[in-house]
């Protein structure tokens, strides 16, 4: 935005990003990456949703299931053990990141954080 005046800024965040999106498209590099990613990241869901269609069909077990969903999701928990330390340090801990945290932890359990009504 560097040629451009304050009066040609949309003070609208919604604007602002279109804009900023619109602007890194143009970019062929970053197009060839923005496609590539989009494809990997589809074929990366496609597969998990087929392998545990796959085994649920195969077997009818909802723990084989879960076994299969929280296998897909071991090499993340290792990488983010550092993380966790790092954050674990009381000069280093970040407010915004708990439910984040909170959140991912839920959601690998796959339990509810409250009982359903």
Known sequence: MAGESLSEVPSDPAAWS???????????????FFAGQSVSLIGT???RVATSWLVYRLTGSALLLGIVGFAGQIPT?????????RL?????VRLGILPEIAEGLRSTSRLPVAPEE
């Open 18 to 32: 279109l804009r900023s999106i619109g602007r890194a498209l143009r970019n062929r590099n970053y197009r060839l």
């Open 45 to 47: 869901w496609l597969t």
């Open 77 to 85: 928990f290792f990488r983010a053990l550092p993380e966790l330390r």
């Open 88 to 92: 674990a340090r009381p000069t280093c």
